[in-house]
């Protein structure tokens, strides 16, 4: 006789499957066969003990047919469906953006409720930390600190994991333990998935279980969301970015305190806008990894960052903006993810002139600004808070209210688009990228070292558009000068066969300093 679904006792595939010990099983068999699909209230000692919990009171497993089995049973496809009142979170990380998820969902949780017709309540159940008893101005109950991340993940009372606690080790674990685990993760991690993220996102996809990273990209602007959704019927041909606050704010004020870089430095350090360890910021590897992660979901292919051309700011001196601003320039450390003609995709960041006219030129402080060029939508700016506690916070919680949503759905990520789409990519070397330059030539004052300078760069083919060589008025006579020559448009490989031979004539008296100007 056939049973009923509701009925139907369902059997975990787990041991063939080798799936975990902890977290959700994925698969079932449902005897008899029900070619419907359906949902049941599971039969809790059908599942294997570690899920056996009170958090399964009010799920239900929501199950579609995969196909036919060797047996005479269907093979199912289920996702836990969190119909019960409250979302258990464990949030790994309780640092600078951690307490201020802890704060935001204190402060707006009621209104997130509200906003879901009552049906999206979160609670922080457990919260991993490296010290439990550090000195905290952030305040949460004792009891829910522990160091342990593998209990967290575990928890049959954490539904969604949280990683915020930086670097590419430890998270790593993190992530892809929780995602074996069938939890959804939410990460503002940007380094772990430039890094790591070809793994987490195979993994993803292997469990059907998202990884969510709003905040890992521009703090609080939704630019992760905007690509993924908005703009998914676009062919985006170029994305545009000042996406680190710390060497925004230090480039600002040499430009408009002309300080030099260490003291702008010390004064980012000291109002909080730079780390105490800042070298990924400044380095230009922090946008980088950001920049890395909008190409991923622009394009489609997973970029090696060891592919990318990454230049940082502590090379920038106080010269070179000066020179810029008389040239009409500012100095912004820039992203750029561009695609060509070919289909190959142009990726690299570096501190860049940009004309004092370009909406761009007038992003400061620690904001960032994200231009997107998509063939349908044209040009769209997103401009904001690119890091801190609140708009970090801001885009963690979008991005758990969108977790909580699927998890009440019942559906896992359905890849929407932000997964590589593609297996293979090509990278255009950067010896092939070109824009117009600046060139800074240190050299001795003699007569003759314009023409020796201008009839290397000729045999290269390179056409100077202009020279620039401001005399002191403190050392009218020095014997050192700076000369500078802006470059017509050429390929950056042939700019550096000619710089090697300009290097070699005895009037260049140091490297001579090089700044792509920019044409967005
Ligand atoms: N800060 C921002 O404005 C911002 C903006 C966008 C994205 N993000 C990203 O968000 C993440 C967190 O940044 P944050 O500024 O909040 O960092 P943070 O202030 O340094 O906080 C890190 C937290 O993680 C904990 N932790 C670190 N290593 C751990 C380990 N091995 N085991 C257990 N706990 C560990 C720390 O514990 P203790 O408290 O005990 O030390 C701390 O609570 C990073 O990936 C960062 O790139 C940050």
């Known amino acids: 006789m056939k049973r009923r679904p509701e009925q139907a006792t369902l059997r975990p595939l787990q041991p063939q499957l080798g799936l975990p010990r902890c977290g959700w099983p994925k698969f079932f068999n449902v005897f008899p066969a029900t070619p419907t699909g359906g949902s049941v209230e599971p039969d809790t000692r059908?599942?294997?003990?570690?899920?056996?919990?009170?958090?399964?009171?009010?799920?239900?497993?929501?199950?579609?047919?995969?196909?036919?089995?060797?047996?005479?049973?269907?093979?199912?496809?289920?996702?836990?469906?969190?119909?019960?009142?409250?979302i258990g979170i464990g949030l790994a990380g309780f640092g600078t953006v951690g307490s201020g998820v802890?704060?935001?969902?204190?402060?707006?949780?009621?209104?997130?409720?509200?906003?879901?017709?009552?049906?999206?309540?979160?609670?922080?159940?457990?919260?991993?930390?490296?010290?439990?008893?550090?000195?905290?101005?952030?305040?949460?109950?004792?009891?829910?600190?522990?160091?342990?991340?593998?209990?967290?993940?575990?928890?049959p009372s954490?539904?969604?994991?949280?990683?915020?606690?930086?670097g590419t080790d430890v998270a790593y674990e993190l992530v892809a333990a929780a995602l074996v685990a069938g939890k959804p993760v939410v990460t503002g991690n940007k380094a772990l998935l430039a890094e790591r993220g070809g793994d987490l996102f195979a993994l993803s996809r292997e469990h059907d279980t998202p990884i969510h990273f709003e905040a890992a990209v521009a703090g609080g602007i939704p630019i992760i969301k905007a690509l993924q959704e908005s703009l998914v019927g676009n062919r985006v041909s170029s994305i545009t970015g000042i996406i680190n606050g710390t060497s925004n704010y230090i480039l600002m004020r040499m430009t408009e305190a002309e300080l030099d870089y260490p003291a702008a430095l010390k004064e980012a350090k000291?109002?909080?806008?730079?780390?105490?360890?800042?070298?990924?910021?400044?380095?230009?590897?922090?946008?980088?990894?950001?920049?890395?992660?909008?190409?991923?979901?622009?394009h489609g292919f997973l970029i090696d960052p060891e592919e990318v051309y990454v230049r940082g700011i502590e090379y920038v001196r106080p010269l070179d903006i000066r020179f810029a601003k008389d040239l009409g320039y500012v100095v912004k450390l820039l992203c750029i993810v561009r695609e060509h003609g070919d289909g190959?995709?142009?990726?690299?960041?570096?501190?860049?002139?940009?004309?004092?006219?370009?909406?761009l030129a007038s992003v400061n402080d620690v904001f960032n600004a994200v231009a997107v060029r998509g063939d349908a939508i044209g040009d769209a700016l997103f401009y904001g808070r690119g890091a801190g506690q609140d708009p970090t916070s801001s885009s963690v919680v979008a991005d758990l209210v969108e977790a909580g949503r699927l998890l009440r759905q019942g559906r896992g990520s359905g890849h929407r688009g932000f997964l590589p789409y593609r297996e293979t990519g090509t990278l255009k070397p950067i010896d092939e990228t070109e824009t117009a330059y600046y060139v800074r030539f240190p050299v001795t004052d003699r007569p003759g070292v314009v023409a020796d300078?201008?009839?290397?760069?000729?045999?290269?083919?390179?056409?100077?558009?202009?020279?620039?060589?401001?005399?002191?008025?403190?050392q009218p006579d020095a014997e050192f000068v700076d000369m500078v020559f802006l470059l017509h448009t050429c390929p950056f490989g042939t700019l550096k066969g000619a710089l090697k031979k300009i290097e070699a004539l005895d009037c260049v008296t140091e490297r001579p300093v090089v700044f792509r100007i920019e044409t967005l």
């Open 344 to 359: 190959s995709i142009e990726i690299r960041t570096q501190p860049s002139f940009i004309p004092k006219s370009h909406i």
């Open 102 to 155: 802890w704060n935001m969902l204190a402060r707006n949780g009621g209104l997130i409720a509200d906003r879901a017709r009552g049906a999206l309540r979160f609670e922080i159940r457990r919260i991993v930390v490296r010290d439990p008893g550090k000195e905290r101005e952030v305040t949460a109950p004792a009891e829910l600190f522990t160091t342990d991340w593998q209990s967290v993940v575990e928890d």
């Open 453 to 474: 300078i201008a009839s290397l760069l000729a045999e290269a083919g390179i056409g100077i558009s202009g020279t620039h060589s401001p005399v002191d008025p403190d």
């Open 158 to 166: 954490v539904d969604v994991v949280v990683e915020l606690i930086g």
């Open 46 to 86: 059908a599942l294997p003990c570690s899920c056996r919990s009170s958090s399964l009171a009010g799920i239900r497993l929501i199950f579609a047919p995969l196909g036919l089995c060797a047996s005479r049973s269907i093979r199912y496809r289920f996702h836990v469906s969190a119909s019960c009142d409250t």
């Open 270 to 298: 000291e109002l909080g806008y730079a780390e105490v360890d800042e070298t990924l910021d400044v380095n230009g590897w922090d946008a980088a990894h950001k920049a890395i992660l909008l190409g991923t979901i622009a």
